[in-house]
């Protein structure tokens, strides 16, 4: 599998879209050694699903590669927030004022300030997590008023089986309306999508590593 040649379609494609969004390679499943083609071509913007997942494997290149971002994509229970704020420097899945509370309490332990996205369940489906849309706008005053987190943007997964395009909308819009910078949204069957309705950061994986080692 040519990796390069991969990420570099996925780039060109995202071009002819004028867009220009920061493509998170999610490298979650797999190994280092599958991953290192795109960091020695020099791309630096990974995204994972499990914090003991991304501290195994990433804990060395985090010491010794400049720049490198890692994202938090996955789910985040409250009780792994601590090592979360240790080694993402964006967290996806702001979901909860639980887990609000839990990321604020963290990083004032630990001295450090990390980028949130808060995660919105678009289609509110009762499987998924997430702020449903009407109450995402007191949530994230809470977050940036009250718990003083760097709350930069919206994330958003649609319901798989439906058209995504009306609820990238609702979110680019809704995003717009809060004046937030970030826009996380779209993955590998609907990137194109997303960076026309205004992502700023898309998750793309499987069309870059190929299908994920669940082993």
């Known amino acids: 599998m040519d990796i390069i040649q991969n990420f570099s379609d996925v780039s060109h494609e995202l071009d002819k879209t004028n867009a220009k969004p920061i493509i998170i390679a999610v490298s979650k499943t797999h190994s280092m050694e599958h991953i290192q083609p795109l960091l020695d071509y020099g791309h630096r913007v990974f995204g994972e699903n499990k914090v003991q997942e991304a501290k195994q494997k990433w804990e060395k290149a985090l010491s010794v590669v400049e720049n490198l971002e890692l994202h938090l994509i996955g789910k985040l229970q409250s009780n792994k927030a601590k090592d979360a704020?240790?080694?993402?420097?964006?967290?996806?899945?702001?979901?909860?004022?639980?887990?609000?509370e839990e990321l604020s309490k963290s990083e004032k332990k630990l001295n450090l300030q990390r980028k949130y996205f808060v995660q919105v369940n678009v289609g509110e489906e009762k499987q998924k997590s997430g702020i449903i849309t009407k109450d995402v706008s007191s949530f994230v005053d809470f977050c940036i008023n009250e718990k003083k987190l760097n709350v930069l943007g919206l994330m958003c997964i649609p319901p798989f089986d439906l058209d995504p395009i009306p609820f990238f909308q609702t979110i680019s819009d809704l995003n717009k309306q809060l004046q937030l910078p970030l826009l996380s949204m779209g993955m590998s069957n609907d990137y194109i999508d997303a960076a026309k309705l205004g992502a700023t950061h898309v998750r793309v994986g499987s069309k870059i590593f190929g299908a994920r080692n669940y082993q």
């Open 85 to 100: 704020v240790k080694i993402f420097h964006y967290i996806h899945s702001l979901d909860s004022i639980k887990l609000a």
